[in-house]
Nanobody, 124 residues
């Protein structure tokens, strides 16, 4: 089992920045990929980006160049740095962990563990 706890959400003006944290505990050594997703009201949960255990990252096109995912292995924590935020980035943000070695990690179904989510609101 892996437990995930997000923090760092809040209200920010358009153009501003926020950094979300995802603290992992439990069997973290079994995790291949850590992903970030978001869900806006009345919309499907969507992929934002991910970081492999190697440290390589991959992002959804609309956030590439504005969002950065990093990890601190000593703290078992993954970060989502969000810059130049836009109102359309408003959503509940979730981190997730996948214990699967292969697959399409942009899919919700590929992740085994989820955090509780943290609200990000960007005002115009």
């Amino acid at each position: 089992q892996v437990q995930l706890v997000e923090s760092g959400g809040g209200l920010v003006q358009a153009g501003g920045s926020l950094r979300l944290s995802c603290a992992a505990s439990g069997r973290t050594s079994s995790t291949y990929v850590m992903g970030w997703f978001r869900q806006a009201p009345e919309k499907e949960r969507e992929f934002v980006g991910l970081i492999w255990s190697s440290g390589s990252t991959y992002y959804k096109d609309s956030v590439s160049g504005r969002f950065t995912i990093s990890r601190d292995n000593a703290k078992n924590t993954v970060y989502l740095q969000m810059d130049r935020l836009k109102p359309e980035d408003t959503a509940v943000y979730y981190c997730a962990a996948s214990g699967r070695e292969y697959g399409d990690y942009s899919l919700v179904a590929k992740y085994d563990y989820w955090g509780q989510g943290t609200q990000v609101t960007v005002s115009s």
